[in-house]
């Protein structure tokens, strides 16, 4: 069940991220991610929170982490009620043939906009003319031909490797912590305040998430990662712990919105969910191996030997994206494409 919940999961991530890309303009694209990601990741320390009231206790007689597994499948369901009010992409449409329910959509949400603002909307943004597509289904082989080829395999190494670093803390920070000489408990209550960073991430970059090119801001995130997860396995001091863990959040909250908008924007609408999802899934291919790794990694050689290894592999980030990735800032998705 754990493996069905994953899968749905899994759908989910990849659908919205290439949803919300089809929907944001050039200029706020980066931010509709961040924003987006903020509001995913309140999830972080609302999980935290019930590891750490839930587990140690057995309410009624239900061990506290069957009860974590229930609260998030009872929240699931609000995903039904939410998802009859969204419109169907234009872009979407477009591709499928279905031109006529896409003017219908953009002509609603364009009446909208212009009765909440009380203004006329502006004229459409004036750039290099770009060919639209013809409509027809894609064929996921295509992102294993120029031009798209050399996109995929930069993702698919960047994918098995920012795994490392993002869920190598994220998933391990009770035990990294624990493994500094604090209880299980406690490590779970610092996990916790560490964790009320992950929604905050967000929005802080998207402060600045339209104003650099994304893959710049990829690297950055993946050297902060890497420095201070280097800084956190030499500490034992608690208070000192819990800035480097938020230090550590904050920069992996920088990676994940980066990565999201970068990988979605990268593919033409016809494989874009597609392709995203044949991407991504090699992260968290590489999250079950690394899983093993780290283990092992943490009784052999403590904290220090960890983050040696979440190091290493933001390096293999740097090089990936920062030489092979495309620059795609203030372009619109038909430019990038083509």
């Not at 002509?107 to 027809?136: M, Y």
């Amino acid at each position: 069940w754990r493996l069905v919940a994953g899968i749905g999961i899994g759908v989910e991530l990849v659908t919205i991220d290439a949803y919300v890309t089809e929907f944001a303009p050039p200029g706020i694209r980066g931010r509709a991610i961040a924003v987006n990601q903020s509001i995913q990741f309140l999830a972080v320390p609302a999980v935290a929170f019930a590891c750490w009231a839930l587990v140690p206790r057995a309410p009624f007689g239900i061990a506290g982490w069957r009860w974590v597994i229930l609260i998030g499948a009872a929240a699931s369901m609000a995903v039904w009620l939410i998802r009859a009010r969204l419109p169907e992409s234009p872009r979407w449409l477009v591709a499928h043939g279905r031109a006529a329910e896409a003017e219908a959509i953009v002509a609603r949400l364009e009446a909208a906009v212009v009765a909440a603002t009380g203004r006329p909307l502006p004229p459409p943004a004036q750039g290099r003319p770009v060919a639209a597509p013809p409509p027809g289904r894609g064929d996921l082989s295509e992102i294993f031909r120029p031009p798209y080829r050399r996109r995929t395999i930069m993702l698919v190494v960047f994918n098995i490797f920012q795994a490392i670093g993002f869920y190598g803390f994220g998933n391990w920070a009770p035990s990294l912590i624990a493994a500094r000489g604090l209880g299980v408990t406690r490590s779970l209550g610092y996990a916790f305040l560490i964790a009320l960073a992950w929604p905050l991430g967000p929005l802080v970059c998207a402060a600045f998430a339209d104003r650099f090119e994304r893959k710049h801001q990829i690297v950055a995130a993946a050297v902060l990662t890497a420095a201070l997860g280097l800084a956190f396995a030499g500490q034992n001091a608690p208070a000192v712990l819990i800035a480097l863990g938020v230090g550590i959040t904050l920069s992996n909250a920088l990676l994940s919105y980066a990565y999201h908008a970068y990988q979605a924007e990268l593919f033409p609408t016809r494989v874009r969910a597609s392709a995203v999802g044949f991407v991504y899934s090699w992260s968290r291919l590489s999250t079950v191996f690394s899983s093993l790794v780290i283990g092992a990694l943490l009784a052999t050689a403590g904290t220090g030997g960890v983050f040696v290894f979440i190091a290493g592999a933001m390096a293999v980030v740097v090089i990936a994206v920062g030489l092979f990735g495309p620059r795609t800032r203030g372009a619109t998705l038909d430019a990038i494409s083509a």
